[in-house]
C-alpha cells in the first residue's frame, strides 16, 4: 500500500479533547470524499478509541494521547490511536462485547463498534506501558454514487 | 443539554447535540434529577436532535433503563437518527427497552 498523505496530532487526555480529535480525523478525511455514514463511522471509531486512552489507559489522570492518520491509494484509511498508560492484560477478554473494567457509565461496546465500522482492527498493549489500536478501512467516497 | 415535557407521569427527554463521555455525565445527571422530580411512569427519550452518539450512549440507555426499572416505570426510545439506531442494534438494545 503507497502512503499518499498522513497527519499525527499528539493532545492531553482530557475528554473535552475526544470531540476534538474525531472531527479533526474527519475534517483531514474530507479530502476522500466521503459519504454521511462513513463520517459518522470515522467520528465514531475515533471516540471510542480516545476515549478508552482518557478512562481505561490513563484513568483520568494526565497523559498524552497520539492519533495518526495515513491515506493510502485507492481509498484505504488507517487510523492509529495510543496511549502510555496501564495497558491491556488479557486483549481478548478486552475486546468480548460487553466486557469492562468501567463503572456504570461504559457499556463494554466500544471495541465491538471499532470492529463493526472497521474492515480490520489490531490492538497492541503492554501492560504498564500503554496500547496502541490500529483501524484499517476502505473509504469508497460519494463519486461512484453520483455518476449516474 | 436536554428539553423536556413532562404529561400524565410521561416524562419526554430530548437529547440534543453529542453523546459521548465528555457529555454522558452531565446528561445522566439532568436526566436522573427529572425522574427523581416528576417519578414518571415511562421515560421517552428523544434522540431526533442527536447528532453523534457513540458507546456513551448505549450505557446512558442501559442506565435510564435500571433506574426505571427499579422504579417500577419503562423507557422508550423515540426518533433514533440512522447512525444512532445503528449503534443500538450492535448492543440489542431492543431486547429491553421499546424503540418506537
Ligand atoms: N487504551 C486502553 N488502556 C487500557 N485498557 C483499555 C484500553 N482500551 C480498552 N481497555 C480495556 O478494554 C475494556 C473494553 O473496552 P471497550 O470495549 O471500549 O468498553 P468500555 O470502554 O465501555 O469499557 C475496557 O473496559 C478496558 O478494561
Ligand atoms: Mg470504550
New interface residues.
Partial sequence: MKEINQMTLVFEGR??N??FA?VTAAAFLAQLDPTL?EI?EI??VV??AV?NC??HGYEDKPGAVRMKVQIFEGGRIRITVSDKGKGIPDIPQAMTPCFTTGN????G??F??MQ?FSDKIRVRSFPGRGTTVVMEKYIGGRKEKTDA | MINYEVSERILTVTILG?I???T??GL?TEIDGLVRKYSPLCLILDFSRVD?????G???V??RYRLMKSLGGEVELIRLP??VSH?FD??DLKRLVKIG
Fill in positions: 475528554s473535552v475526544e470531540s474525531r455514514q459518522a467520528k465514531t471516540s471510542e476515549t482518557i478512562v456504570e457509565d461504559r457499556a461496546m466500544g465491538s463498534i463493526g | 453529542e459521548d463521555h465528555h454522558a455525565i445522566r453523534f452518539c457513540d458507546s456513551s448505549i450505557a446512558l442501559l442506565g440512522e447512525n449503534i450492535m448492543a
